[in-house]
């Protein structure tokens, strides 16, 4: 296996630039998911390092080997499609095989390569049928299998589950997570799904309109968001934010509108008085927000007047929307919180360090 870096890559086609400035380092084995919205340039990026696209500049290395220049079969990665990719007129055994007989490895060793893979992905019983015989799922073992008897130093996947109902999301997650455990290898995995990226990775790569906005663990962009944009990307529900002004009361910093009272804690509130700044925007994931007596709110620190917009219901939880002065924000309440549409609340905060402020210009952190 390898290890794979991008040293300040970028891409234009024509006059538009869709990547820039983009540097990254994944570690051998390690399991890296790339993440953003439609249009961010996650897919293009992949495509660069599996070489199905050229750089316009800067380097990319699978282990130390600079490949910018060097072919696709050339490369040792293999990669797995949105479309699976399968030859429709051939079995499975021979879609898995294909790749070995182009590269002309002997007969028994392609036998036993692809037996062993169909074994892992428990598709042995499937070897004979074809493409159009098999559920969507099934496909999408194929398509790994077929990756998989390369013996690759990495595994590039580009939205692999996109096409798959949310029962098979689901299992197929917990499958490839079992073969990265299997066969140790390298994995970059695309998706603009953030609940995969959260479930999957070892290191998450958020990116937006072609630039790398934040890389660290699930709980590091979840927990320590960089910029607003990440803030909001990660988490579902989203964080819902509100522009507040800043004032001083004694030692405490209080951030406030018609609508809301948000007292920081004390390291935020340094960060905050810092930047000399008068007004900041405040961000607060829907799970830490609760319903409160109005006559409590004042005891709790933080309140945040609103009127019910939009309830969701969800099992055991439901999620409320709740319009703020301007703001929207989603609240994760439990189903036991009894709440109609235009219901009058007043929410509090369970952790005050579950607070983020953001420079309401730039988007980035204040901390």
Known sequence: MASVTLENVYKR????????????TIDDGEFVV??????????????????????????????????????????????VFQNYALYPHMTV???????????????????????????????????????????GGQRQRVALGRAIVRDPNVFLMDEPLSNLDAHLRAEMRAEILKLHRRVSGTFIFVTHDQVEALTMGDRIVVMHDGEIRQVGTPDELYLRPTNRFVAGF???????????AVHREGDAVVLRNAAVDVRLPPMAAAAVLAR???VVTAGIRPDYLRV???????EVGTALRGVVEVVEP???????????????????????????IDDKVVLTV?????????????GEAIR
Do not use: W
């Open 13 to 24: 086609f024509g006059s538009e630039e869709v990547l820039r400035d983009c540097s990254l």
């Open 34 to 79: 790339l993440v953003g919205p439609s249009g961010s340039g996650k897919t293009t990026l992949l495509r660069i390092v599996a070489g199905l696209e050229e750089a316009s500049g800067g380097s990319v290395l699978i282990g130390d080997r600079l490949v910018n220049y060097v072919d696709v079969k050339d490369r040792q990665i293999a990669m």
């Open 276 to 278: 000399s700044t008068s």
């Open 234 to 244: 990660i988490g579902s529900p989203s964080m819902g934010f509100m522009d507040c």
């Open 292 to 298: 409160v007596d109005p006559e409590q709110a004042g």
């Open 93 to 135: 055994y021979d879609n898995m095989a294909f790749a070995l007989r182009r590269q002309h490895v002997a007969k028994p060793e392609i036998d036993t390569r692809v037996r062993d893979a169909a074994g892992v992905l428990g598709i042995d019983h499937l070897l004979k049928r074809r493409p159009k015989q098999l559920s």
């Open 350 to 362: 369970t952790d005050e360090e579950a607070v983020h402020v953001f420079d309401p210009e730039s």
């Open 314 to 340: 969800l099992g055991a939880d439901q999620h409320v929307l709740v319009r703020v002065g301007d703001a929207a924000m989603m609240a994760k309440l439990p189903r036991t919180e009894r709440l109609a």
